[in-house]
């Protein structure tokens, strides 16, 4: 996940990542009051799995991915951007350097959650939306690789508030309408700046996948992998790290969640 400045990410003129967002034991609480949510039940054999950067599919969508990959459906998961602008200014890596770490990081999560490893697709960080030409190109060609098999995509939502998350659900979008194929979204900062019951949000979609307690585990064991983000690169200001405890606690639940 690469955590881009206020300016560049419309929902957090009010929100910025280093403040706290909306705290998980609220979204806890609102949950308990609002009651059982639908279950996300992807009835496909094959799932391709959208990520706008090195983290993304694990932190929204890890536990799903691994759920559905024991029961036999293929898993292709695709990163589109390397993740190179996660640190603007480190004096400890530079972005080619941060973008090889992140790519064995990505690496190491899957395999973690018993997956292959994620696709590669190395367009510049924090760009995407200047490229979503070249994402549909992907994303078409790997709908390509299996025309007659069940398959969907399942992307970063297109209203997540990143540039590059909202770029990678805009071309699912269209790509899923080109071939006919369902398009199900999945959150990541939207739980940072929505409100329980943000009229900005579409709940009535949301469907929700109950993790296995192995799941559970196997997703902050693969979270853990992330070090450049989840851990300072250095003790100098622009090396602070990207997901905070306060972020990290609303994305690494019994439960995700899945717009359909």
Same mark, same amino acid.
């Given at each position: 996940?690469?955590?881009?400045?206020?300016?560049?990410?419309?929902?957090?003129?009010?929100?910025?990542?280093?403040?706290?967002?909306?705290?998980?034991?609220?979204?806890?609480?609102?949950?308990?009051?609002?009651?059982?949510?639908?279950?996300?039940?992807? *009835?496909?054999?094959?799932?391709?799995? &959208?990520?706008?950067?090195?983290?993304?599919?694990?932190?929204?969508?890890?536990?799903?991915?691994?759920?559905?990959?024991?029961?036999? /459906?293929?898993?292709?998961?695709?990163?589109?951007? *390397?993740?190179?602008?996660?640190?603007?200014?480190?004096?400890?890596?530079?972005?080619?350097?941060?973008?090889?770490?992140?790519?064995?990081? $990505? *690496?190491?999560?899957?395999?973690?959650?018993?997956?292959?490893?994620?696709?590669?697709?190395?367009?510049?960080?924090?760009?995407?939306?200047?490229?979503?030409?070249?994402?549909?190109?992907?994303?078409?060609?790997?709908?390509?690789?299996?025309? *007659?098999?069940?398959?969907?995509?399942?992307?970063?939502?297109?209203?997540?508030?990143?540039?590059?998350?909202?770029?990678?659900?805009?071309?699912?979008?269209?790509?899923?309408?080109?071939?006919?194929?369902?398009?199900?979204?999945?959150?990541?900062?939207?739980?940072?700046?929505?409100?329980?019951?943000?009229?900005? $949000?579409?709940?009535?979609?949301?469907?929700?996948?109950?993790?296995?307690?192995?799941?559970?585990?196997?997703?902050?064991?693969?979270?853990?992998?992330?070090?450049?983000?989840?851990?300072? &690169?250095?003790?100098?200001?622009?090396?602070?790290? /990207?997901?905070?405890?306060?972020?990290?606690?609303? &994305?690494?639940?019994?439960?995700?969640?899945?717009? $359909?």
């Amino acid at each position: 996940m690469t955590a881009d400045g206020p300016t560049s990410m419309r929902r957090f003129g009010t929100t910025p990542t280093s403040a706290a967002g909306t705290p998980e034991s609220e979204w806890q609480r609102w949950f308990a009051a609002r009651g059982p949510w639908p279950d996300f039940e992807p *009835d496909v054999r094959r799932l391709v799995v &959208l990520a706008a950067h090195p983290d993304d599919e694990v932190l929204g969508v890890g536990g799903a991915m691994a759920a559905v990959h024991r029961r036999g /459906v293929e898993v292709v998961a695709l990163c589109l951007s *390397d993740g190179s602008a996660s640190h603007p200014g480190s004096p400890t890596l530079s972005p080619a350097e941060l973008a090889v770490r992140r790519r064995t990081e $990505v *690496d190491t999560a899957t395999a973690t959650l018993g997956l292959g490893p994620t696709r590669w697709c190395g367009l510049g960080d924090g760009t995407l939306s200047a490229h979503e030409d070249e994402i549909e190109d992907i994303v078409d060609a790997t709908l390509a690789e299996a025309p *007659d098999i069940p398959t969907a995509l399942l992307a970063v939502w297109e209203h997540d508030g990143h540039p590059d998350h909202e770029a990678v659900g805009r071309c699912a979008r269209r790509v899923g309408d080109r071939h006919a194929v369902p398009v199900w979204m999945y959150p990541i900062w939207m739980w940072h700046w929505a409100t329980p019951g943000d009229p900005d $949000v579409p709940w009535a979609q949301l469907r929700t996948l109950v993790l296995d307690d192995d799941i559970a585990a196997a997703k902050r064991a693969a979270v853990d992998a992330f070090d450049t983000q989840i851990r300072p &690169l250095s003790p100098a200001p622009e090396d602070v790290a /990207v997901l905070g405890p306060h972020i990290l606690d609303r &994305l690494i639940r019994d439960r995700e969640f899945v717009f $359909v």
